[in-house]
């Protein structure tokens, strides 16, 4: 079974810095493009960040130049930099996968697409 853990938030003061990561874990699936998502409070989920296999990156004009997505293939975890956060990038953070089955390359979510639990990021002013 598939599973997406995120960590890393927390509590930072405007102008700080957190790490997200999102480590996948099971067997015998292949990671194709990964995303990160945000919900804040009463707003609609938000796309930040999409990485594909290859390492191809998009990132939303609301965080670019501060926010970096990447991710290490060997390790099945993706990462969200986050950097100059400001107190408007409050909110629960989620990582999303595209993952397939090693044999059958179907989808190895029952929703299609993975989902973490979603960790959250609070920043004040």
């Known amino acids: 079974q598939v599973r997406l853990v995120e960590s890393g938030g927390g509590s930072v003061q405007a102008g700080g810095s957190l790490r997200l990561s999102c480590v996948v874990s099971?067997?015998?699936?292949?990671?194709?493009?990964m995303e990160w998502y945000r919900q804040a409070p009463e707003k609609q989920r938000e796309l930040v960040a999409a990485?594909?296999?290859?390492?191809?990156?998009n990132i939303a004009d609301s965080v670019k130049g501060r926010f970096t997505i990447s991710r290490d293939n060997a390790k099945n975890t993706g990462y969200l930099q986050m950097n100059s956060l400001e107190p408007e990038d409050t909110a629960v953070y989620y990582c999303?996968?595209?993952?397939?089955?090693?044999?059958?390359?179907?989808?190895?979510?029952?929703?299609?697409?993975?989902w973490g639990q979603g960790t959250q990021v609070t920043v004040s002013s």
């Open positions: 999303a996968a595209d993952i397939r089955t090693a044999l059958s390359s179907a989808y190895a979510c029952p929703a299609k697409w993975c």
């Open positions: 990485i594909a296999s290859g390492g191809i990156t």
């Open positions: 099971g067997a015998g699936f292949t990671i194709n493009r």
